[in-house]
């Protein structure tokens, strides 16, 4: 995490485990004037429109992984399944193109006056090393009891299948001892956590802390 701001706008980073609810707080932060940059949403973009992308791609696993000019998600899904060197060779190719469009939107956000603050809403934040472009980071925590339910109903995941998940990230205590602020998301709605959130901007906005 920076010592000192890098912009006139702040970023903020969102930390949890999987299934806190960092994406919904970060639609949360969108409302009370934030900009969120998704890395998911970048990388749908990226696979749909970036003819580079595509290109490095087709020369490292084939044709077949464009065929039509589109890159084929389920091809690539086959490739790498099982296949730990294929997939490190796929992450580092999707990675710096994210890491680039992450960075080109930052620059454009980081002096508006519209934008309160920039929100990265982005997998594997810590471990990728994007915490140096935070100036603050915030940990967005819920019971394992609450995640598991959550992550079961988004995408049908068993207990077993998040632990394997968890077990390749830094452990949430690291995350969580890190951030500048805390935010407990155990209900399931909004009204305890929008609360929570609008109490920190305010205090980042004011420079508190």
Known sequence: MSSSKKSQTPVIGLLGGIGAGKSFAAQIFSRLGCVVINADEIVAKLYRDSERLKLEIEKNFGSEAAAGGTINRKYLAEQVFADDEKLEKLNSITHKAVLEEIETQKEKLKDSASCRAIIYDIPLLLEKGLEKDCDYLIYIEA???????????????????????????ILLDKKKNIANYKIVNNSLGEEKLVPQIEQILTEIMSGKK
Do not use: C
């Open 143 to 169: 019971n394992k009891a609450v995640r598991r339910k959550r992550v079961k109903h988004r995408s049908g995941l068993s207990e077993k299948e998040l632990e394997m998940r968890e077990k390749n990230q």
